[in-house]
Structure formats: C-alpha cells, structure tokens
C-alpha cells in the first residue's frame, strides 16, 4: 500500500480477492532484499490478466518490475493464451512502463481506465 500510483485500495477489494488471485485463479511472485518484500506480481491465468505490479517506493529503476514482468508473462503464455491484458490509469508511469515493454493501447475500461493488450510474439 506505500506505492503512489494505481493504489490497490478500492473498499471493492478484500483479502479474500487477494487470496483468490493468488490461490486459485493465478499466481504471484515477489522480490525480497534484506529480508524485505520490495516488488510483487500477481498474474491471472483465468482471464489472462495482469492483476499487479508494484515496486515500493525508493527501490524503483532496480530492474525489479522488468523481472517479474518477464517472469510473470512467460507463465500467462505457458498457459495457453495468446494475448493478455491490464489496465492502468492514465498518464502514470505503470502507462510508459508497459508501452515500453511491448504493450498496446486497445481503449478504456468502464471505469476510466486504460486498458492495453500484448500479443503473444511470432
């Protein structure tokens, strides 16, 4: 809850919505420096998602959020889609940090959100 942007604070999101995306509907992974969990990702293999990717704030641009990108996409493509998806807000540094890696703007969600899409490569 320490990250400044893209907030998972919704009244809409509980711990069980936590424990389901990682249990049940998907997986996630962390990163640990000084016995401290720095980053972590939570893919959906359900719906082919990326439903988090937090970097706490002052051990950004560390490569940590690339690391868990990669890990966490290569386990969305072995699970047999062929395009996944996420949405983020508007004008944030999470919309340049996927733009960078590949990702496409594919419209707006219902709540205002961006939301893109990356294609399985050839």
């Known amino acids: 809850m ?3 942007e893209n907030r998972l604070v919704s009244r809409q999101l509980s711990e069980q919505d936590y424990l389901l995306e990682i249990e049940t509907t ?5 990163v640990e420096r000084d016995g401290n969990i ?4 939570i893919g959906n293999a359900a719906n082919a998602s990326i439903w988090a990717l937090f970097v ?12 868990l990108h990669k890990v966490m996409v290569a ?4 699970h047999g ?7 983020t807000e508007s004008g944030t540094r999470a919309s ?3 733009e960078a890696a590949g990702w496409r703007l594919a419209g707006t969600s219902a709540d205002g959100e961006l939301r893109y899409e990356l294609r399985r490569p050839e």
């Open 26 to 30: 998907g997986r996630g992974w962390v």
């Open 2 to 4: 320490s990250v400044l």
């Open 81 to 87: 889609h062929d395009r996944l998806w996420l949405t």
């Open 38 to 41: 720095v980053a972590f990702a």
């Open 56 to 67: 706490e704030p002052g051990q950004e641009r560390q490569g940590y959020g690339r690391q």
């Open 96 to 98: 340049r940090f996927y």
């Open 75 to 78: 386990w969305l493509w072995e």
